[in-house]
């Protein structure tokens, strides 16, 4: 079993930044790929970017490429989630995701993990 707590959401203008952070617990982190999601009010789960067990492969969704970056830190059980140029659409619950599964990225982007936080809101004023 894997637990896994969010945080560094917050209330941000347009235009800044914010730092997530998930916290892994109960099993070795470095065998998990992680990946980040997120929920706006009224949509539907969106996939953010994705991080193979090593760090060594990344993937985003186009709506975040170029402005977020996802990395991890394997001797902290940790994952982040840096959050640059954030835009009002980017507003929205920031859930973090863990799975063993070798195909990460087609299990991510079928929503498909073995954990999930509970996820840290993020809101963006225009």
């Known amino acids: 079993q894997v637990q896994l707590v969010e945080s560094g959401g917050g209330l941000v203008q347009a235009g800044g930044s914010l730092r997530l952070s998930c916290a892994a617990s109960?099993?070795?982190?470095?065998?998990?790929?992680m990946g980040w999601f997120r929920q706006a009010p009224g949509k539907e789960r969106e996939f953010v970017a994705a991080?193979?067990?090593?760090?060594?492969?990344?993937l985003y969704a186009d709506s975040v490429k170029g402005r977020f970056t996802i990395s991890r830190d394997n001797a902290k059980n940790t994952v982040y989630l840096q959050m640059n140029s954030l835009k009002p659409e980017d507003t929205a619950v920031y859930s973090c995701?863990?799975?063993?599964?070798?195909?990460?990225?087609?299990?991510?982007?079928?929503?498909?993990?073995?954990?999930w936080g509970q996820g840290t809101q993020v809101t963006i004023s225009s």
């Open positions: 995701a863990a799975t063993g599964g070798y195909y990460y990225t087609d299990l991510f982007r079928a929503f498909k993990a073995d954990y």
């Open positions: 109960g099993r070795t982190f470095s065998g998990l790929a």
């Open positions: 991080i193979s067990w090593s760090g060594g492969m990344t």
